[in-house]
């Protein structure tokens, strides 16, 4: 009877540390700050093609990811800036957030919902 209430007790320390543990994550996760942003973008007609500055400012050992929500695709090739090349103009949303080079993202992300003409 002793042993069984020693490994209740230990259920009952594992159930309460899991919990705070979601807790605390969840609770994390939660804190990312997405700042929306409209912009109206003019194709440039001699080019076919459009820049847009992402607000975040560049940190030293920090690369801005930025996330096509339409094409569901990340990319971290263009730094600060988002090129847009075509002839057709397509509206688009475009997250940029800022990346260490370890993985580790900051809490602020900006949301760019753009309109193209």
């Known amino acids: 009877m002793y042993h069984t209430d020693f490994n209740g007790y230990y259920f009952h320390t594992i159930y309460y540390l899991l919990f705070s543990f979601l807790?605390?994550?969840?609770?994390s996760s939660s804190l990312t700050n997405i700042h929306q942003v409209n912009e109206a973008v003019f194709i440039n007609p001699e080019t076919n093609s459009?820049?847009?500055?992402c607000?975040?400012?560049?940190?030293?050992?920090?690369?801005?990811?930025?996330?096509?929500?339409?094409?569901n695709r990340y990319e971290?090739?263009?730094?600060?800036?988002?090129?847009i090349n075509g002839v057709e103009p397509y509206d688009r949303e475009l997250i940029c957030s800022s990346v260490s080079r370890t993985g580790i993202e900051e809490d602020d992300q900006y949301r760019i919902?753009?309109?193209m003409y």
């Not at 807790?23 to 609770?27: A, G, P, R, S």
């Not at 459009?50 to 500055?53: K, Q, S, V």
């Not at 971290?76 to 090129?83: I, L, M």
Request: avoid cysteine; aromatic fraction near 14%; charged fraction near 25%.
């Open 23 to 27: 807790l605390i994550k969840l609770t």
């Open 50 to 53: 459009a820049t847009i500055r």
């Open 55 to 71: 607000p975040l400012d560049l940190k030293h050992d920090f690369n801005i990811q930025w996330y096509d929500a339409i094409n």
């Open 76 to 83: 971290t090739d263009h730094q600060g800036y988002y090129h």
């Open 113 to 115: 919902k753009i309109r």
